[in-house]
Structure formats: C-alpha cells, structure tokens
C-alpha cells in the first residue's frame, strides 16, 4: 500500500471571490521548477495505524505554517486524492493567515549529494493566497480536486 498524507486548504471569502492558501515545498529539489506547479496545500505523511487523517492534517498544517497558524474549530472533509503512489486526504477550514508570518518546520538532508554537508530546509518556503485561476497555474495538478470539491460546497 502507498504512503498516506492529509493536509488542510484554509479559505477565505474575500469581495471578488473566494482565496486559498497554498504553499510551495522548500528544499533543494524544488529550486529549479520555475513556473511548474509545484504548489499545494499544507498537509504530510502520516501512519493510519498510529494517526487519524484529521489529526494529521491539523498537526502538518501547525508544523508547515508555524506558530502564526490559525488554530481551526472546524474541518469541511473534501475526500482523498491519489498523488503518485501517495494518498492525500483533504480538508478545508475558513480562516485567515500573513504569509509573511511563514515560520514552516525544518528537514536535514545532505546535500549536494554525496557531500557529506547536511543542511537544514524548510518544509514550505512560500505562502501565498491564490484566487481560482491562480490555483490552476500554480497547483499541483493531482491537488486541484480537493479546490474543486471546496469550491462545489461553497
């Protein structure tokens, strides 16, 4: 069986339309994407035997935007998504986040390869608010049905 992940898409109404925060990965394998959609919503890997989608999707959506992040009542289920041989579980909470506030949790990796050097990266190294058709430049494109599904129940 694949690798389970959960994430969370936090919304907000805003007069022209609904915005969604996205986040880009950080780390050195994402530098040279340039315009490829590499964006998505908060969320990591989790084991179903130990962790509940829901409780893993609030703790990654803590660790990814830090401190700043919102503290969330409630979570709208938006089902799951195949990524790779990943499955994403979704969710959806209203709220409202200063990107500039992005303070993500960090990963050691050696790098360059072969090195021998391990430095430290950030999950996310971006945070920004996206109407629709930014997310549809920008995200991921295995993601984007957790957008559609939040957009139906809006």
Do not use: Y
Not at 40 to 57: C, L, S
Not at 138 to 151: G, K, T, V
């Amino acid at each position: 069986m694949g690798k389970h992940s959960a994430g969370i898409i936090l919304f907000r109404r805003d007069p022209d339309g609904p915005r969604f925060l996205l986040v880009r990965p950080g780390g050195p394998f994402f530098a040279h994407c340039g315009d490829d959609p590499i964006w998505g919503i908060p969320k990591g890997e989790f084991n179903p035997e130990v962790e509940t989608p829901t409780a893993a999707a609030r703790r990654e959506f803590s660790e990814e935007l830090g401190p700043a992040a919102p503290r969330l009542t409630t979570l709208i289920p938006l089902g799951t998504v195949q990524q790779g041989a990943k499955l994403i579980h979704g969710f959806a909470a209203e709220g409202d986040f200063d990107p500039a506030q992005l303070q993500s949790n960090t990963f050691e990796l050696q790098f360059p390869r072969g090195s021998g050097k391990i430095r430290s990266f950030p999950e996310v190294d971006l945070a920004a608010w996206c109407c629709r058709d930014e997310v549809r430049v920008l995200m991921h494109p295995a993601q984007r049905a957790l957008i559609d599904r939040l957009i139906a129940q809006l």
